[in-house]
């Protein structure tokens, strides 16, 4: 835990070759430079958040085979795209009035960006090359921390998850790096199956909805979306054995605010 | 089933997995030669029944033709089972081949490969008949891994004896082992006599399969609420992996189609025998609508069948186990370092002995140089990657669908993809980087190998069998 140490602070702690948003601004320049290359980016957009709708529209037929709906959707939220592609076909019901799903979008303590981020116009990148979107947004100037959910690092969360968290039809909450991977052993010394960490904290979620279920006595049926597996996360499993992870948790976020 | 000819996968339902093992024992075409007990010179299982439970030994010898796989075990099967058959229509259109070439597709089980398809009912007879821990070997950690899953299934402790080199190298899959609660430890160690003795000798022993066997051996005859799990060779395991052919079968049946050609890699035998033993028992019962061929692979690094001899010998090198019949390196075989760490196992299992012999399956063998290079055409057209093991098989397939290319035969060609390669990026990394080199297991080797074998046991000469 880095208590009283600004996200500035923890930049200089940390060498700058370590940020997603960096590299952006470094493909960017390439496509750009080059007639012949173009840009592909793997989240935050819509098209790509579409793209990954295919996970829910299939989730969404097995739900049918079983004769059950989900009343919780939960996933992990670094740009969004695997939560918005496993809940959308969901969240369509909900929008049209059909359902009250819960969704919930979770993330890690260190990049909060929708539990602490304010939703505002920001780059997408470090060089200020893309154009501003409106977002949940740590500033695209914070620091992400080295946790080991890289898919987590990112300052912005897509614009569309952005949108429904601000406007309720979703929540979010926010994990430390021991509680993801204290689940993620539950989850492997049951189901057998190894997360990678960023699913680890959908999957911390899913273990503490079921556990309320436990106390209140109802029976909610639960969905995660399992984004991946953990099988070339292992030396952060081995930290997390050895019990050397660590935590960082910002004490001050500000945001500077582009467009009012 | 929702497959149609058109489909790239072919699932099944859960309620398609097997409700029986197949058992090759009564349709093999000679009986397997008894095992011998060096102790007595003569037929007997020596130590065998005092580190298995008595399921996995009745199992062992048994001639029943089809046994029960208890619901137990296919609850825990359903985990990842029935796991699907795909087509590699991209391959084939890379190697502009009129072959259809299909592979079973093992690597989506929680350990990555077809190893727990036997560490699950090992660890439930064990854990039905009151063993509270099951000790066992592993090389580069895949049937380590799926035997801490097993274990962890069933309520077991599992101590795990990985050969020292990839315990070093690899330091991956004994995470993976650790997070599902199992104890690792580097061998040759000091927990054992015969780990202490190998270290006293060779301080800087690398270990070997044979070593860890030992010390594994060791551990459950030492201690009375330990037995012993073995991931390949025997016939109980070969049995346990016929779960993939029995599959595979029902997956091919739906789309009409029966396989011309079956390759498998072997490193002890139980992968490749579990994919071709049904078809097999088409062949022998007459039932086969092709004269299917069966075509085993192993490294030349590793040459048991193509280069070793047939013959009885120990399954571990501090000889702890009896004298089994079968293709062998000499058990003193210390293999070469590649990076197909499953199949440096200096012998094979005897029944695949009995089959080779008799000339029902044939065997080739290839460097690991041309293994990576047909393993990254898999990776760059099918996309997933495989396990250097399986890699051998799939440099099989390429070679036999470029031959179908020339001759214009539309083969339909079957192979396992026994394990999926996440756990060998570093093979990978040293393949791309041109460091790996095309070993070859020398023939002059083998001959000094038997030749002290013979000069160990000169009574060996006058056994029949």
New interface residues.
């Given amino acids: 835990m880095h208590p009283g140490i600004s996200a500035e602070e923890l930049v200089r702690q940390e060498d700058s070759e370590h940020y997603l948003r960096i590299a952006i601004s470094e493909a960017i320049e390439d496509t750009l430079a080059n007639e012949n290359t173009r840009y592909c980016l793997g989240s935050v957009l819509n098209h790509v958040l579409m793209h990954q709708t295919v996970v829910g529209l299939e989730a969404k037929k097995q739900f049918e085979m079983l004769d059950a709906y989900p009343d919780l959707a939960i996933g992990c939220i670094g740009g969004g795209s695997n939560f918005a592609g496993f809940s959308f076909p969901f969240m369509m019901d909900k929008l049209q009035g059909k359902k009250n799903t819960e969704f919930i979008a979770c993330e890690s303590k260190a990049v909060p960006h929708t539990t602490r981020g304010v939703y505002t116009y920001d780059f997408g990148d470090t060089a200020e090359t893309t154009p501003l979107a409106k977002m949940l947004t740590l500033g695209h100037k914070y620091a992400c921390p080295p946790i080991h959910a890289g898919g987590l690092r990112y300052h912005g969360m897509a614009p569309l998850i952005s949108y429904l968290i601000n406007k309720k039809y979703m929540r979010s909450v926010a994990y430390t790096q021991s509680e993801i991977f204290e689940a993620a ?1 539950i989850l ?2 049951t ?4 997360p990678a960490p960023e699913t680890a904290h959908a999957i911390k979620c899913a273990i503490d909805e079921a556990l309320a279920c436990k106390k209140t006595g109802e029976a909610k049926v639960i969905a995660f979306n399992s984004s991946g ?1 953990g ?2 996360d ?2 952060a ?2 930290m997390f ?1 050895a019990g050397k992870l660590k935590e960082f948790e910002p004490a001050k976020i500000e945001v500077p605010k582009y467009v009012k | 089933m929702l497959s149609t000819n058109n489909s790239k996968k072919f699932f099944l339902g859960e309620s398609d997995l097997p409700k029986q093992w197949y058992n090759i024992l009564p349709d093999l075409p000679r009986p397997l030669p008894p095992i011998i007990d060096p102790a007595t010179k003569a037929p007997g299982p020596g130590i065998v029944p005092r580190i298995f439970p008595k399921e996995i030994l009745a199992q062992e010898f048994s001639q029943e033709r089809r046994v029960d796989i208890p619901e137990e075990v296919r609850e825990a099967y359903q ?2 089972r029935p796991t699907p058959l795909i087509r590699a229509v991209r391959l084939e259109k890379a190697l502009k081949t009129p072959a259809k070439i299909y592979y079973k597709y093992e690597g989506v089980s ?3 490969s077809h190893k727990p398809n036997t560490a699950i009912p090992q660890a439930y007879y064990n854990m039905k008949e009151g063993a509270k821990r099951l000790a066992t070997e592993t090389g580069a950690g895949q049937w380590g891994s799926a035997l801490a ?1 097993g274990c ?2 069933f309520g077991l402790d599992c101590t795990v004896y990985m050969v020292k080199a990839s315990y070093d190298q690899k ?2 899959r004994r ?2 082992m ?4 199992a104890e690792v430890h580097a061998s040759p160690s000091t927990k054992t006599k015969a780990g202490r003795e190998i270290r006293k000798r060779h301080p800087n022993s690398p270990g070997s399969l044979g070593i860890a066997i030992s010390e594994a051996v060791e551990d459950a005859l030492t201690h009375d609420e330990a037995n012993y799990a073995i991931g390949s060779v025997f016939n109980h395991v070969l049995m346990h992996q016929t779960v993939i052919g029995l599959e595979t079968k029902k997956q091919l049946e739906s789309m009409d189609e029966y396989p011309d050609v079956i390759f498998g890699c072997i490193g002890g035998g139980s992968s490749f025998s579990g994919l071709f033993f049904p078809f097999y028992r088409d062949k022998v019962s007459g039932k086969a609508p092709k004269q299917t061929r069966f075509i085993a692979i192993e490294p030349t690094a590793c040459p048991s069948i193509t280069k070793g001899g047939y013959a009885y010998d120990h399954g571990d090198t501090a000889r702890l186990t009896p004298l089994v019949k079968m293709y062998t390196l000499g058990h003193d075989f210390i293999p070469p370092p590649i990076h197909a760490g499953g199949l440096r196992y200096h012998g094979k299992a005897p029944i695949l002995g009995v089959l080779a012999s008799e000339k029902m399956i044939e065997t080739v063998a290839y460097n690991q140089i041309e293994v990576f290079e047909a393993a990254k055409l898999f990776a760059q057209t099918e996309g997933i990657v495989p396990a250097p093991e399986p890699a051998h098989a799939i440099k099989a397939v390429i070679d036999e669908a470029l031959r179908c290319k020339e001759t214009g035969r539309e083969e339909t060609i079957l192979f396992l993809l026994c394990g999926h390669g ?2 060998d ?1 570093q093979a990978y990394d040293d393949y791309l980087h041109g460091k790996l080199k095309p070993y070859a297991y020398p023939a002059k080797e083998v001959q000094e190998s038997m030749k002290k074998l013979r000069e160990l046991y000169p009574w060996l000469a006058n056994l029949t069998y």
């Fill in positions: 052993e492997a010394r189901e057998g199956l190894i597996h099988l070339l292992l030396s499993y081995e054995l | 985990l990842w929680p350990p990555g899953f962890m299934m330091p991956y995470v993976l650790e997070l599902w609660d996440y756990f990026m």
